[in-house]
């Protein structure tokens, strides 16, 4: 298995659906996870932490699966302005060394 | 809001020449990363600094490369005898002790010629 894999997308869906993406990671003993956007040629921005079974944040919901070593982003009533890259990250040896998916391209059409 | 900064926010450079990518940490931050993002492809790891040393690297981070903390505030990755495909983009990031979530610069797009 790879260190951090995702869904490649392209995800193309209507303003107001429901998106789903997924990752599985490698390294059992990772005990913090993130899903950072990155929107074309910018930085990867901090978008949502998961320490235990989950997080929300308004629109967003992250869920932690731990046994099947995979993690999930939920976007709820998406926005034009949700269309970015999306990338599951995983550190490993601790904070030393902190490993980006390689994201999954969403597209939100009007 | 504190931020992580890097200049230049655009290099270009003769195939063979060193290049030096600078960055300032957010001040309180302990941990420092660089990654480099080829266009159209993943954000790869290529270092971590932690303690005035290098805690983790990965096997893109060979001889060519090498990173200093030169003094309280500043963060380089030294690129030495650059070839075509070094051409990216180069991000620092830096992370508490106290919680891993990275904060990245807005990046340095290297361009070599």
């Known amino acids: 298995r790879k260190e951090v894999e995702q869904d490649p997308g392209p995800f193309n869906v209507p303003e107001g659906a429901t998106v789903a993406f997924n990752c599985t990671y490698s390294?059992?003993?990772?005990?913090?996870f993130f899903w950072y956007r990155q929107d074309c040629r910018k930085e990867p921005k901090l978008l949502m932490s998961?320490?235990?079974s989950g997080n929300e944040d308004g629109r967003f919901t992250a869920q932690l699966n731990r046994a099947s070593q995979y993690i999930s982003l939920l976007i709820r009533d998406s926005k034009l302005s949700d269309s970015a890259t999306y990338l599951c990250?995983?550190?490993?040896?601790?904070?030393?060394?902190?490993?980006f998916g390689s994201g999954t391209r969403l597209s939100i059409r009007p | 809001e504190p931020e992580v900064t890097q200049t230049p926010s655009h290099q270009v450079t003769q195939m063979g020449q060193e290049v030096i990518l600078r960055c300032v940490p957010i001040?309180?931050?302990?941990?420092f990363y660089w990654y480099r993002q080829i266009l159209g492809q993943k954000v790869e790891f290529l270092v971590s600094?932690?303690?005035?040393?290098?805690?983790?690297k990965s096997e893109i981070f060979d001889d060519q490369f090498s990173v200093e903390r030169p003094d309280g505030s500043n963060f380089t990755l030294k690129i030495r005898s650059t070839k075509l495909e070094d051409s990216a983009m180069y991000f620092c990031?830096?992370?508490?002790?106290?919680?891993?979530?990275?904060?990245f610069g807005q990046g340095t797009r290297l361009t070599v010629v």
């Open positions: 390294n059992s003993a990772s005990q913090s």
């Open positions: 600094f932690y303690n005035n040393e290098i805690s983790e």
């Open positions: 998961v320490y235990s």
């Open positions: 990031a830096s992370s508490s002790d106290r919680a891993p979530e990275a904060f």
């Open positions: 001040s309180n931050h302990l941990y």
């Open positions: 990250v995983v550190p490993y040896s601790s904070a030393s060394k902190i490993i």
